[in-house]
């Protein structure tokens, strides 16, 4: 966390300039945070939890990155290599945990931001946050996250619907469904993942329901990760990496169409674009040729006790775990600015920003096929470089040396007069 110091110790000189302010203590958050204090930037990190990392915390047991050790790690401090290659959510954890200490990173935690606006002058930035604060910032990363609030579909009869029904979101592991019958919604990387952590947790019965076939990979290929070839592809024409991919998907997995997964039609680069990333195969494959997963069609209601598909059959599962992803929900913090396209995306992210909003950073809110965290840690350079650009670096040398001061006594105390919290739902 942050860094501390015992009470007594004399205190370095704070720059009066107001802070860069990070709302997120994710990986890009605190990537953002260390990139901006290298280059003499002071950035306080905002939290509104209780420590940093807490969306990996709440993962599912058995994840494992999809992104090699080496490619995964943030800027200025390598993961272990006691990690092993395919890095497991504890470990990611743990990796967040002591980057956070090792850069001595200015990180306040119970403090949720609502709402980003314009100061009245219009140089800077003002974030209404928990607890009546009003912080004022020189310039504002939105590090939230790209898997923020779960999205359950609005099912027909799902309301009434008595079974047991939850978002993967919820999911840990495989114990509370030993001996049950389980249907899984979804069939991307976590859907695929849990259907296989069901099936080898003792489950009695796994199905999967799937609107849209995936593209699935080896998650490597005689020692070669599927990453590097996302690398190695990204900039190349999206027509042309659909002709390399069709050939290489064919030899390294095997077609299912005989147990419901069709090869897709859509080329897989084509695929990506439009937000979806190929399946990383870590059992699902061999699960569906055995059996012990089993594909249907994708759910279209639920009637009467039972779940009615697309096909047109019923099915009773004992329970239904929906792996259907998330939105942003970046509309209530930011919305109202312009910065946000028909879907709720940012318009810029990186080290660009909205022509309506300069000064306003975002990283995180897009999936690429090279991986997350390291497209994080290349926007956490360029935001950094943008910031220091456009504002320069005051006081640089005081940041410096004030890596221990108090980023809560520094920035949680409202600047003004504590206002009445809304009644109604504040966005998350």
Known sequence: ???????????????????????????????????????GVRAVVLEKSDRVGASWRGHYDRLRLHTTRRLSA???????????????????????????EHHRLEIVTGVEVHRVERTADGTGWLLRASGGREL????????????????????PGSAEYDG?????????????????DVLVVGVGNTGAEIAVDLAEGGAA??????????????????????QYTGVLVRRLPVRLVDRLAGPVGRLSTPDLSAHGLPRPDTGLYSRVRQGAIPVQDVGLVDAVRTGRVEVVAAVRAFEDGAVVLADGSRITPDAVIA????????????????????????VAHGGRTSPRAPGLYFTGFTNPISGMLRELAIDAGRIAKAVKRSAGAPAAKAVKESAGTSAAEAVVEPVVEPVVEPTAEEPK
């Open 136 to 155: 004022t910032g020189s310039a504002v990363v939105v590090a939230t996250g790209f898997n923020h609030t779960p999205r359950l579909p609005d099912w």
């Open 74 to 100: 943030l800027p200025g401090l390598p993961m272990p290599r006691r990690f092993g290659r395919w890095v497991s959510r504890d470990d990611v954890v743990r990796y967040l945990e002591k980057y956070a």
């Open 1 to 39: 966390m942050a860094a501390s110091r015992p009470a007594d110790a004399p205190r370095p000189p704070v720059p009066a300039d107001p802070p860069v302010y990070v709302i997120g203590a994710g990986p890009g958050g605190l990537a953002v945070a260390r990139e901006l204090r290298e280059r």
């Open 323 to 346: 792996a259907t992803g998330y939105v942003r929900a970046l509309e209530g913090l930011v919305g109202h600015l312009g910065v946000l396209d028909g879907r709720g995306r940012p």
């Open 164 to 180: 047991e029904l939850l978002h993967a979101a919820g999911y840990r592991d495989a114990a509370p469904y030993r001996g049950r």
């Open 205 to 226: 019965r796994v199905r999967l329901a799937v609107r849209t076939p995936p593209h699935i990979l080896r998650r490597s290929t005689l020692g070669w990760p599927a």
